[in-house]
């Protein structure tokens, strides 16, 4: 428990920074409608569920996101 209590100040803003991503890109999923591969349903899983190694929403912003 110890440890937990001493790494806090690193893993405060780690969780913050994720949030913060997964926020953004959530927003960029659901305000397009159009994709470069894959739907709406597939980036959104792909994002939450990957999302604590920010894996995610790197994929999707690097190969989902349409250029407009």
Same mark, same amino acid.
């Given at each position: 428990? =110890? /440890?937990? %209590? ?9 969780? %913050?920074?994720?949030? &913060? &991503?997964? #926020? ?5 999923? $659901?305000?397009?409608?159009?994709? /470069?591969? #894959?739907?709406?349903?597939?980036? &959104?899983?792909?994002?939450? &569920?990957?999302?604590?190694? $920010?894996? #995610?929403?790197?994929?999707? $912003?690097?190969? #989902? /996101?349409? =250029?407009?």
């Amino acid at each position: 428990m =110890d /440890k937990i %209590i001493e790494l806090l100040p690193l893993l405060i803003p780690l969780v %913050i920074a994720e949030l &913060v &991503v997964l #926020g953004i890109t959530l927003r960029h999923i $659901f305000t397009h409608t159009h994709y /470069k591969r #894959g739907s709406r349903t597939l980036w &959104v899983v792909v994002s939450i &569920v990957l999302m604590n190694t $920010f894996i #995610g929403p790197i994929l999707y $912003f690097l190969l #989902g /996101k349409e =250029d407009a």
